[in-house]
């Protein structure tokens, strides 16, 4: 049974720092891509970055470029996403995405649930 699990969510301040942890069973992670998204509130899923199976293609959505960073430990099957710089529109569920291709534009056939991020002074 395939599941990828988030965690490290909370409520920050403005300007402060976050590490998201998406762990993966079910399939070999060094196999796949994995890709972060985020939904706030009444807005639809976005996309936020993508690491390859190799690690060696890192993409990120203009908004959070600079800010945030991919990475994964294929020995711990585990990606992260390290954010910096935290602003009050960076608030959403935070979701990570894997298991179909070791590229970042093939689509994603498992998703977890879901960690919320909430940035407020």
């Known amino acids: 049974q395939v599941q990828l699990v988030e965690s490290g969510g909370g409520l920050v301040q403005p300007g402060g720092s976050l590490r998201l942890s998406c762990a993966v069973s079910?399939?070999?992670?060094?196999?796949?891509?994995v890709a972060w998204f985020r939904q706030a509130p009444g807005k639809e899923r976005e996309w936020v970055s993508c690491?390859?199976?190799?690690?060696?293609?890192?993409y990120y959505a203009d908004s959070v470029k600079g800010r945030f960073t991919i990475s994964r430990d294929n020995a711990k099957n585990t990606v992260y996403l390290q954010m910096n710089s935290l602003k009050p529109e960076d608030t959403a569920v935070y979701i990570c995405?894997?298991?179909?291709?070791?590229?970042?534009?093939?689509?994603?056939?498992?998703w977890g649930q879901g960690t919320q991020v909430t940035v407020s002074s």
């Open positions: 690491i390859s199976a190799s690690g060696g293609d890192i």
């Open positions: 079910g399939f070999t992670l060094d196999a796949y891509a």
């Open positions: 995405a894997g298991g179909r291709s070791e590229s970042c534009y093939k689509g994603w056939d498992y």
